[in-house]
C-alpha cells in the first residue's frame, strides 16, 4: 500500500512531463512552421519581383531586336528623350533607307524622329529651310547667351525671336510677351545653349535647324542626300533625342 502511494505521484510527474516536453515540441513545431511560411512569402515576393524585372528586359530588348531588324546600321536615338531614359514605348515604321520612329508615353505620341532619303544631295539640301546666319540678323539687338555666344533679338507685336549660330547650326527660340503662359523665348535660348555645353549635336554635311517654340519643337540636318528630323512637344525631349545620335 505504501509502495502504491509513492508510485502514483511519481507517474503523476512523469504524466506532467511528458504533458510539457510534448507541448514544448509543438511550439517548436509551430514556429518551424511560421518561419517556413514566412520564408515561403519572401521567396515568392522575390520571384515576382525578378520575374518583372525579366519581363521588362525582355520587352526593351524586344523592342531593340525589332527597331534593329528593320533600321539595320541607320544611325537610331540612344535616348528616347523622357527625363527617365528608357520609359517610353516606341513604334518603327519603314526601313533604314526611310523611316519613322514614334515615341509615345500613356498612348501619346511625344516626339518623331524621321529619316528621308532623297534623290541628290541637292534635293536634300534644298529640304532645311529658315536656315539664318549672323549675316542675315544684322543689325538686330544682340543679348548675351553665356559661354561666349551672342544671339540676337527680334521683337514686335508681342513676338520675341531669339536667334544664335553653333557651327554649322542656326538655333532659334520663339515667344511673346502677351501671354503670361507663353514661352519664354530668351530662357529657352539660355538653356538651350547651357545644354549643348555637354550634349553634341550630329554634324549636319552643310546645315541644320533648330526651332523651340512651346509645344512645337524641331531639330532637323542634312547629311548627304539624307534628311533627319526630330520633333517634339518640349524643347528638351527634341535636344536629349537629338543629341543622342551618333
Not at 29 to 48: E, F, H, I, P, R
Not at 82 to 99: I, M, Q, V, Y
Not at 211 to 225: A, F, H, I, P
Request: with cysteine; aromatic share 6%.
Amino acid at each position: 500500500m505504501k509502495l502504491y502511494k509513492k508510485l502514483l505521484p511519481a507517474a503523476m510527474l512523469l504524466g506532467v512531463s511528458l504533458t510539457l516536453t510534448a507541448c514544448g515540441q509543438n511550439n517548436d513545431n509551430g514556429k518551424s512552421s511560421n518561419a517556413s511560411s514566412s520564408t515561403n512569402v519572401s521567396s515568392s515576393s522575390q520571384s515576382s519581383s525578378v520575374s518583372e524585372s525579366s519581363q521588362s528586359s525582355s520587352a526593351s530588348s524586344s523592342a531593340s531586336a525589332t527597331m534593329n531588324s528593320k533600321l539595320g546600321d541607320a544611325k537610331v536615338p540612344a535616348n528616347d528623350g523622357s527625363k527617365s531614359n528608357g520609359s517610353a514605348d516606341t513604334k518603327t515604321h519603314g526601313n533604314k533607307d526611310n523611316f519613322n520612329i514614334d515615341y509615345k508615353n500613356g498612348g501619346q505620341v511625344y516626339a518623331t524622329y524621321t529619316k528621308h532619303t532623297y534623290n541628290s544631295n541637292d534635293e536634300a539640301h534644298q529640304q532645311i529651310d529658315n536656315y539664318q546666319t549672323s549675316e542675315d540678323t544684322k543689325g538686330l539687338p544682340t543679348i548675351d547667351l553665356g559661354y561666349n555666344i551672342q544671339g540676337s533679338k527680334d521683337q514686335g507685336a508681342g513676338q520675341i525671336y531669339i536667334h544664335w549660330n553653333m557651327g554649322n547650326w542656326s538655333m532659334s527660340t520663339h515667344g511673346n510677351n502677351v501671354d503670361e503662359n507663353s514661352n519664354d523665348a530668351q530662357k529657352e535660348a539660355v538653356k538651350a545653349v547651357k545644354f549643348l555645353q555637354s550634349n553634341t549635336l550630329p554634324a549636319p554635311q552643310n546645315r541644320g535647324v533648330i526651332t523651340l517654340d512651346g509645344s512645337d519643337n524641331q531639330v532637323k540636318w542634312q547629311e548627304q542626300n539624307a534628311v533627319y528630323t526630330v520633333k517634339a512637344t518640349t524643347a528638351d525631349a527634341a535636344l536629349r533625342i537629338a543629341t543622342s545620335i551618333k
